[in-house]
């Protein structure tokens, strides 16, 4: 499965060739044209089969995923970091990860039970206070396997959790390699329209590879395709969860980064009724995608975000459910299918 | 110029949802420019050519308004809301607001006794008279603007959306008023500035302008205990220095007081803490443009009830005209 394949590329911010290498190997011979601009973003095109002038399409997605960069290597052998995007630090201790181009294993730093102090239990350990242990035992051994700004990201493997139901997956960074496996389904399909799948670097740290993809692309529309937040989980209050997992492809009507344009938004409920594909709206006002940058370039470009729901985004694992993977490719084939 | 602002404050027009006010004020420019075309995101472009010889020119005022946006209905029918731009929740308690299909909803919070000094949006609702949420659910994703009438309080006028409705009125008069200008003037009716200028970034792109002016509202100093800002209702349109987004270009401001000055037009000089308009999105246009803003002095900016003093929008007209009348070297 390329979302396993994806899922389980190691791919923070700035470092995204690993994922670039696992698309364009998928892409080969599907599309007309792949390239890799300055940025880092792969860029890929399909030439439509409707007559001249065509519309140009854009489809995004980002490549890139949240992850941490070594700042400092310590007497000891630790390895102190900072995150790259937003990772939080309360999600890291005691997590297994892997180091630089040699993807050295390591496990961040926590202080077992034993000696945790009481206030320590109530506490989130600061980032500054936390390191990476990658077995080493003193700063020239781990010199000898980790340099200064390399990356790290979590080691988690993608999984299978349920053949059955809504048949959930487990794995790291399905924001946004949910996206990028929804935007490389969609090179299997015929469309009247010129396709641009961009599978944009940075997003985590501002949406940067986007912006430059958006420029040279020009497009007249465009989505972006990624994994968004789930917030689905047991409350007490009935008030404002956002996107439910298993309730198909959520579509963003507004973020903090733009409002989606209504004819877009339109066209994508009506794709979805047409084939009975189940969508939800995803609850405004949260969160930014690459449409936030998109949507500015140039004159103008009118653009939506539709997104897998996917549980615990922006931790060292999370869930999605392979319906809402299914339903989102079904839905964005349906709405390309439909512009001419 | 009163039968204006009312009728474009009272229109509805949140950031994303100009659909209403833009037809609005298409009709009131009519025929009077040489073309006139709605841009990618939305933004009324109105251009009059010049006689020739001269710049071209953006001048822009924002056609939205804050508001809010629905992001969940409950059971009941209740539905919350996230803010589009930057709602002083403070002033949200109690109002109305209303919605694209002329449906209005009361804002209230879930506990009265409870109200402190900072209000929590996440814990306020809005009550649009529905008993389920199936009656309500086509709600989500719609957006509300504020409802409150405008009031004639004689040299002074009181409306919702004086952000930047009067501005909108500013561009409309100056329009109308406009003869012989060399310049080819691109009046900008813009969207989605409450959620960060976005309607004029790409305007001011496709318009690749010589020179920009913004017109939009700014804070006052003139009000029991306000922080210390030197601008004051009545005292003139505001050249802008400076704000939280942008230095203005001095060339620009120059020729701003040198047209005030030479034609009688009382002005002030504006530095605001924080905040921003139009010109900062247009100064950074593909490589640049000399820009500015003239500001309207305005009391009780974000909330239900903008305050301005028609003197102040009377003068920005004619400090347009005479800025327009000659030629803009910087």
């Given at each position: 499965m390329l979302l396993e394949e994806l899922s389980n590329a190691f791919g923070p911010p700035g470092c995204e060739d690993e994922v670039r290498r696992v698309l364009a190997r998928h892409l080969r011979g599907k599309v007309d044209d792949l390239s890799t601009d300055a940025l880092g973003n792969l860029i890929a095109f399909k030439r439509g089969t409707g007559p001249e002038p065509r519309l140009k399409v854009m489809v995004d997605a980002h490549s890139d995923e949240v992850g941490l960069m070594i700042i400092s290597i310590q007497k000891n052998g630790l390895l102190g970091f900072r995150a790259v995007g937003g990772l939080g630090e309360r999600m890291l201790l005691a997590k297994r990860v892997v180091v630089g181009e040699k993807r050295i294993p390591g496990v961040i730093l926590a202080p077992p039970i034993h000696l945790a102090k009481e206030e320590d239990l109530e506490r989130v350990i600061k980032i500054e206070q936390l390191a990476i242990d990658i077995g080493a035992s003193n700063e020239e051994e781990a010199k000898g396997l980790v340099k200064l700004g390399d990356y790290a990201v979590p080691s988690t493997r993608f999984e299978i959790l349920s053949e059955d139901g809504l048949r959930t997956v487990k794995g790291k960074a399905f924001d946004d390699r949910a996206g990028c496996a929804v935007a490389a389904a969609l090179a299997d399909g015929q469309y009247a329209v010129d396709l641009y799948l961009s599978f944009s670097a940075q997003e985590e740290v501002g949406m940067r590879g986007a912006r430059v993809a958006a420029y040279r692309i020009a497009p007249d529309l465009a989505f972006a395709l990624e994994g968004t937040v789930c917030n689905d989980l047991p409350k007490k209050e009935d008030s404002s969860p956002t996107s439910k997992l298993g309730k198909g492809p959520a579509i963003t009507i507004m973020d903090h980064s733009f409002i989606a344009d209504k004819r877009l938004v339109r066209l994508l409920v009506d794709a979805a009724e047409a084939n009975g594909i189940p969508y939800q709206f995803k609850q405004p006002g949260i969160g930014a995608t690459d449409s936030g940058v998109i949507h500015l370039s140039r004159t103008g470009v009118p653009s939506v975000t539709v997104a897998v729901p996917c549980r615990y985004i922006h931790n060292p694992v999370s869930i999605l459910s392979l319906n809402d993977f299914d339903n989102t490719v079904a839905l964005m084939k349906a709405a390309l299918r439909r512009i001419e | 110029?009163?039968?204006?602002?009312?009728?474009?404050?009272?229109?509805?027009?949140?950031?994303?949802?100009?659909?209403?006010?833009?037809?609005?004020?298409?009709?009131?420019?009519?025929?009077?420019?040489?073309?006139?075309?709605?841009?990618?995101?939305?933004?009324?472009?109105?251009?009059?050519?010049?006689?020739?010889?001269?710049?071209?020119?953006?001048?822009?005022?924002?056609?939205?308004?804050?508001?809010?946006?629905?992001?969940?209905?409950?059971?009941?029918?209740?539905?919350?809301?996230?803010?589009?731009?930057?709602?002083?929740?403070?002033?949200?308690?109690?109002?109305?607001?209303?919605?694209?299909?002329?449906?209005?909803?009361?804002?209230?919070?879930?506990?009265?006794?409870?109200?402190?000094?900072?209000?929590?949006?996440?814990?306020?609702?809005?009550?649009?008279?529905?008993?389920?949420?199936?009656?309500?659910?086509?709600?989500?994703?719609?957006?509300?603007?504020?409802?409150?009438?405008?009031?004639?309080?004689?040299?002074?006028?009181?409306?919702?959306?004086?952000?930047?409705?009067?501005?909108?009125?500013?561009?409309?008069?100056?329009?109308?008023?406009?003869?012989?200008?060399?310049?080819?003037?691109?009046?900008?009716?813009?969207?989605?500035?409450?959620?960060?200028?976005?309607?004029?970034?790409?305007?001011?792109?496709?318009?690749?302008?010589?020179?920009?002016?913004?017109?939009?509202?700014?804070?006052?100093?003139?009000?029991?205990?306000?922080?210390?800002?030197?601008?004051?209702?009545?005292?003139?349109?505001?050249?802008?220095?400076?704000?939280g987004g942008m230095l203005s270009h001095p060339g620009i401001n120059n020729l701003l007081i040198g047209a005030a000055e030479s034609n009688g037009i009382p002005y002030q000089m504006e530095v605001l803490p924080g905040g921003t308009t139009d010109a900062m999105a247009i100064q950074l246009a593909r490589s640049g443009v000399p820009a500015s803003c003239v500001s309207i002095a305005t009391r009780y900016v974000h909330t239900p009830s903008e305050m301005v003093d028609l003197d102040d929008v009377e003068n920005a007209v004619k400090l347009f005209l005479a800025f327009l009348g000659q030629p803009i070297e910087v």
């Open positions: - | 110029m009163k039968k204006l602002i009312k009728k474009l404050t009272e229109a509805y027009g949140p950031s994303g949802n100009e659909e209403q006010i833009r037809e609005i004020i298409r009709a009131e420019v009519g025929s009077l420019p040489d073309e006139v075309r709605v841009d990618t995101l939305g933004s009324l472009i109105a251009l009059k050519k010049g006689t020739g010889g001269g710049k071209r020119v953006m001048l822009s005022a924002h056609m939205d308004e804050i508001g809010l946006i629905v992001s969940y209905v409950d059971e009941k029918g209740f539905l919350r809301a996230q803010p589009l731009g930057g709602v002083n929740v403070m002033t949200l308690v109690g109002s109305r607001v209303q919605f694209a299909d002329g449906a209005t909803g009361v804002i209230s919070p879930e506990k009265g006794d409870e109200m402190k000094k900072d209000p929590d949006l996440a814990k306020l609702y809005i009550d649009v008279g529905a008993t389920s949420r199936e009656e309500a659910q086509g709600r989500l994703g719609q957006a509300a603007s504020f409802v409150r009438p405008f009031a004639d309080l004689g040299r002074r006028v009181v409306a919702k959306a004086m952000d930047d409705r009067i501005g909108c009125v500013v561009l409309l008069e100056v329009l109308r008023k406009l003869k012989g200008s060399p310049h080819d003037i691109y009046f900008v009716f813009s969207v989605q500035e409450e959620v960060g200028l976005r309607g004029a970034r790409t305007s001011s792109y496709g318009i690749d302008p010589e020179v920009g002016i913004a017109v939009d509202v700014t804070g006052s100093g003139d009000t029991p205990e306000a922080r210390k800002l030197a601008m004051k209702l009545g005292a003139g349109p505001c050249i802008k220095v400076m704000d």
